[in-house]
């Protein structure tokens, strides 16, 4: 309803001008298309923007699971982070960890990994650098050896989770082409 108004109003605007001031009325006409060229430009840069309740639902849904991922990405990241700089990796291990991280092999392993297995790590860390690592040193290792192992199984098992996807996705396409193909 207020559009249509709008555009009323505008209609006789313009009448009104063509009426009372005809030579401006060519200016007003040169003005309206550069509008719409300008209007039409900005509705194509947009984009896809749906308005349906399910739909918007549905993006808040991925932007929670995003920020959330983001922020498992960032504790396992930081509690890391920390074994390093006060107790440091073996490049080998330091090797495994970066990749670890990278890959984000840690989904099924987030809550063992962050809630008992890191920290206590940590704890143990804290506890030998207050003692100056005398009598620790050994069991920091081992313990620190046994994290980048579990790591380690991990990234394989999520190395061979991509490949049999890869493999499915190449059987899944083949099939397609060969039912295509007359």
Known sequence: M??????VIAIVFTASI???YPSILKWVLILALILIVYILWQSRTEGFKPKSKTYKALE???KKRQRTEHH???HINDQIAYIEAYWGYTKEQ????????EKRAYSELYNKLTASLIPQIITLIDNCNARD???????VSKRIRELTDIMK?????????????FETTLEVYDHLVKEVKP
């Not at 207020?2 to 555009?7: A, G, S």
């Not at 991990?154 to 991509?162: D, P, W």
Request: charged letters at 45%; aromatic letters at 4%; a positive charge.
């Open 60 to 62: 808040k849904l991925k």
């Open 94 to 101: 330091a090797h495994i960890t970066e990749r670890f991280i």
């Open 72 to 74: 498992k990405h960032q």
């Open 2 to 7: 207020i559009k249509h108004l709008e555009t």
């Open 133 to 139: 690592q005398k009598g620790c040193k050994r069991e």
């Open 153 to 165: 199984e991990e990234l394989k098992k999520k190395k061979s989770q991509n490949d049999e996807r």
């Open 18 to 20: 063509g009426l009372f």
